[in-house]
């Protein structure tokens, strides 16, 4: 499939549909043409990873231990990614969804996944702009007998540059192992390199940890670009990734539960939702333009 551009003259998005519903540009549109927001991918692009956002359903990060049981129920996991030896974001980001509504300004794509027992889904997402705002909606409804746990996420890659800054206050880090697994939460000191409550670099090292106890309000700065944004999410999670300091993206992902929440001592209140059949979850992001 072709992708697919929605511009409201302030704003414009690029989706491909057949690559995990991505975007594959999202920019602001400026008298010296298309300046962008997030890193920016190519329409020819296979691999979600080299493009600028993608969902996560039906849970966000990694699960450790070859799958996971719930309810008694043991369920493996195949690893999904070259490289990794965890099975890593669910599905969604991996399969092609179908366009159901378009116009110029609100795309709205579905996929139906039942592949991954015990997940049998239909999830739906909504791109939509409205003046200097992206407003991403992705919801899941369970369609399986069995109750099944679920999480989502969105996973935007930005372009990291020396200046960038990030502002998004927490009140505590998960440590992880070499598999990138939790092993220990630790709360936040003021001033420290994760710190993120007043506005900071990224950290030198890599960082690929989950911060919880978040606003569900955050900022990124890149002020040699002259370029703001402020990103708002009705969760209390995110995550942030980057190699390090030579590497030219950094993530800052919004997502429902902590990482490997499926192994945990209680899945659900480390955000996990329990779906019955014909249950929904839901979550919402904006992404909005603002003036530096």
């Not at 511009?7 to 594959?24: E, I, K, S």
């Not at 993608?54 to 043991?74: A, D, E």
């Not at 099944?148 to 969105?154: C, R």
């Not at 990124?220 to 590497?247: C, I, K, M, N, Q």
Request: charged share 25%.
């Amino acid at each position: 499939m072709m992708t697919i551009t929605l511009d409201n003259g302030t704003l414009r998005l690029t989706v491909n549909p057949d690559v995990g519903g991505a975007v594959v540009r999202f920019d602001r549109l400026t008298e010296r043409g298309p300046e962008p927001l997030m890193r920016p991918g190519s329409a020819g692009e296979h691999d979600p990873n080299r493009l600028a956002m993608y969902p996560l359903v039906p849970w966000s990060n990694r699960i450790g231990g070859g799958g996971f049981s719930w309810r008694g129920q043991h369920y493996s996991l195949a690893t999904n990614l070259p490289g990794e030896p965890l099975p890593i974001h669910g599905d969604g980001w991996q399969r092609a969804w179908q366009v159901e509504e378009c116009d110029d300004t609100r795309l709205l794509l579905a996929l139906r996944s039942r592949e991954q027992p015990p997940f049998d889904y239909r999830a739906v997402l909504t791109y939509r702009l409205a003046g200097d705002t992206l407003e991403v909606t992705l919801a899941v409804t369970h369609l399986g007998e069995a109750p099944a746990p679920y999480g989502l996420g969105l996973h935007p890659w930005f372009p990291r540059s020396a200046e960038v800054r990030v502002d998004a206050a927490a009140e505590g880090v998960w440590e992880v192992d070499a598999d990138q697994l939790p092993t220990e939460w630790r709360r936040l000191s003021a001033g420290e390199a994760w710190d993120f409550s007043r506005g900071a670099a990224l950290p030198e090292r890599k960082i690929d940890n989950l911060f919880t106890g978040w606003s569900g309000q955050a900022v990124l700065r890149w002020p040699e670009r002259g370029v703001t944004l402020g990103v708002s999410a009705d969760t209390s999670r995110y995550l942030v990734f980057s190699p390090g300091l030579h590497a030219d993206f950094f993530c800052f992902e919004p997502v429902s539960h902590e990482v490997d929440a499926h192994h945990g001592v209680d899945p659900q209140r480390q955000g996990l939702l329990e779906l019955g059949t014909g249950e929904c979850h839901s979550m919402r992001c904006r992404f909005r333009c603002l003036l530096s």
